[in-house]
């Protein structure tokens, strides 16, 4: 493939592209090129104020350093996306003229061409949080890449930090890793809105295949909910090589196929299919070691489970400890990565990414929280954390797990700083220090200082 052409975009000098051999597997040079959009409100830096981006890259960069003492390295391509392209290629369109435009122009507006060429040709993104464009044509972003680059798992680790408050207390046993498929089922957006003549053919064609007025009003909206082996196969094999790699206990396949049984059920039956027949050597189903191992787990192999979605959202809760890797269709993984997620508190620090066989984008979940723009105050933990997994995509492990130690390091001073009563100096954002009791936001450390901590941290380690 050769370089792109850009319009306003200057291609760094130095770095090397992650690439896909023949045989689909990643390489990753030691200085790859990885394209880096700041983001809107929270992410953008305004003027010589840091916005949360600059201040996870910081991180990341010195826990580079600090663990390849300058044989690795990341050089960062700023590309862009979200309200800050808008204004750097198209300043002159009004909001009003939005919705006039085409579907592709109302992209390009957000998602100009340079980015996506950029992201095409390096494979490998850190993104910061976007505002959901404005116009109705163009719904969101962060779908538009995914779709375009075939990015298919969605991938949000979620675990308790030492020093954040929780609200439940079996927080501090989550440790888990939730695959969600990112391209099929309802999110296909394939709808026929109740009473237009799309839906009314759907309605007669469910006539004829037997469907009556008893299931199926005239008058219903309909949706539908595709979901294949192909596609279901692909997330579970990312997941089970995820859980083999890191030495997880266990998969499971969180599904709804009691009621779905065609698609949710069919899923499920796929999870295990794809588990037997390319992991056979390496995995044990739930099934299988009732029957099989007298409820032992033999030593160095992957449990493969199932749970039905609705007492997964139970056992998240109770039985924490007993979930590491899961693998789910879109739906419910939507529901239930914020559902962990929010067991552990601080939507600050929800990380994900969403990766596919040729390209691989990180991001943190939560949105541009617009009020705190330029004012050097939120949290930049969950792009730091998505960095962090980028760093594990990247193969370098040494340096995410300085990141991890950083962060964790940074909570726990925190919490004992804290515990000696109020009037400390804090290093944590405000989102982490009103949870203390006797402190208020006003007692938060800056987004720059939170990170400048983490740094010191990480430049500490033995
Ligand atoms: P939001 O930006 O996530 O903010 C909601 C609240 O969450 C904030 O007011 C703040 O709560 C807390 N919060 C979020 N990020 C934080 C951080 N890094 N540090 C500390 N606290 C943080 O949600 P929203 O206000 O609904 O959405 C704003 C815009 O972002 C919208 O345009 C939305 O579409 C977009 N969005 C983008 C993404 C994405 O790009 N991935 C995801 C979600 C939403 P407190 O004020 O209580 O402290």
Not at 44 to 50: E, G, K, Q
Not at 61 to 69: R, T
Not at 373 to 401: D, I
Request: aromatic share 10%; charged share 25%; net charge neutral.
């Amino acid at each position: 493939m050769t370089a792109p052409t850009y319009e306003k975009l200057t291609a760094p000098s130095q770095g090397s592209r992650v690439t896909v051999d023949a045989k689909g597997n990643w390489r990753f040079p030691d200085d790859p090129v990885v394209v880096l959009i700041r983001g809107d409100g929270i992410g953008r830096d305004v003027s010589a104020v840091p916005g949360i981006t600059t201040c996870a890259v910081q991180v990341l960069d010195a826990a580079v350093k600090k663990a390849y003492g300058g044989k690795k390295r990341i050089v960062w391509f700023d590309a862009h996306a979200g309200d800050v392209a808008r204004e750097l290629y198209n300043p002159g369109v009004r909001d009003e003229q939005v919705s006039t435009l085409s579907e592709d122009d109302q992209r390009q507006l957000y998602l100009p061409d340079d980015t996506l060429k950029a992201f095409e040709y390096y494979r490998v993104g850190l993104k910061g949080p976007l505002t959901t464009p404005i116009g109705g044509g163009f719904r969101s972003i962060n779908v538009y890449l995914r779709f375009r680059f075939d990015l298919y798992g969605c991938v949000r680790p979620v675990r308790y930090f030492k020093g954040v408050e929780a609200p439940n207390t079996r927080a501090n046993k989550v440790d888990m890793v939730i695959f969600r498929e990112n391209t099929e089922d309802v999110y296909c957006g394939i709808e026929f809105k109740s009473g237009s003549d799309k839906a009314k053919k759907v309605v007669a064609f469910l006539r004829e295949l037997g469907y009556g007025p008893d299931l199926v009003l005239d008058s219903a909206g309909i949706g539908i909910k595709p979901i294949s082996p192909e596609r279901s196969k692909r997330l579970v094999r990312m997941a089970i090589k995820y859980a083999l790699d890191k030495k997880c206990p266990s998969m499971t396949l969180v599904h709804k196929g009691n009621i779905m049984k065609f698609t949710e059920g069919a899923f499920k039956d796929w999870g295990y299919e794809l588990a037997k027949a390319e992991f056979r050597d390496k995995v044990v189903t739930e099934d299988e070691l009732t029957r099989e191992h007298g409820g032992k787990m033999p030593a160095g192999k992957l449990l493969i489970k199932d749970r039905i979605a609705d007492s997964m959202f139970q056992q998240i809760q109770l039985r924490p400890d007993e979930y590491s890797v899961i693998a789910t269709p879109n739906l419910n993984g939507d529901y239930l990565s914020d559902a962990v997620a929010a067991l552990t508190g601080g939507i600050g620090l929800a990380a994900g990414a969403n990766i596919g066989d040729q390209s691989a984008m990180f991001e943190a979940t939560h949105g541009t929280a617009p009020k705190y723009t330029g004012q050097n105050k939120a949290n930049p933990g969950a792009v730091l954390l998505s960095g962090a997994l980028l760093l594990e995509f990247l193969q370098w492990f040494e340096a995410a797990e300085l990141v991890n130690k950083g962060v964790e390091k940074t909570f726990a001073e925190s919490e004992e700083i804290a515990r000696k009563g109020p009037g400390q100096t804090l290093h944590v954002t405000y989102d982490i220090a009103r949870q203390f009791p006797g402190y208020s936001e006003k007692d938060g450390a800056s987004s720059a200082g939170f990170a400048e901590r983490i740094v010191h941290h990480i430049n500490a380690a033995k």
